[in-house]
Nanobody, 120 residues
């Protein structure tokens, strides 16, 4: 069984920073494509950032220049560094990944989410 667990969410004032972590656990051989999504109240879930196994990244226009996705393949953690946060960044943040374990290739594994609240 493979599991993704997000952490690092919380409350921050506008202009502040947070770093989210997504930790993979299980009998993992490799972690491939990883994404961060977010869902604000009453809105659709949207893609925030993505990173390939080789480290190539892509970002939503709304977070370009403020958010950075990175990965530690040894620790099996994907990070989302969020700087200059705005109230519109308030949402539940989810990670999603494609993971190869010793028994199967698990595509589209979701974490449980972590709440990020940006307000003064």
């Amino acid at each position: 069984q493979v599991e993704l667990v997000e952490s690092g969410g919380g409350w921050v004032q506008p202009g502040g920073s947070l770093r989210l972590s997504c930790t993979a656990s299980g009998s993992i051989i490799s972690i491939y494509f990883m994404n961060w999504y977010r869902q604000a109240p009453g809105k659709e879930r949207e893609l925030v950032a993505e990173i390939t196994s080789s480290g190539s990244t892509n970002y939503a226009d709304s977070v370009k220049g403020r958010f950075t996705i990175s990965r530690d393949n040894v620790k099996k953690i994907v990070y989302l560094q969020m700087n200059n946060l705005k109230s519109e960044d308030t949402a539940v943040y989810y990670c999603k990944g494609d993971i190869l374990t010793t028994t199967l290739y698990a595509s589209g594994v979701w974490g449980q989410g972590t709440q990020v609240t940006v307000s003064s």
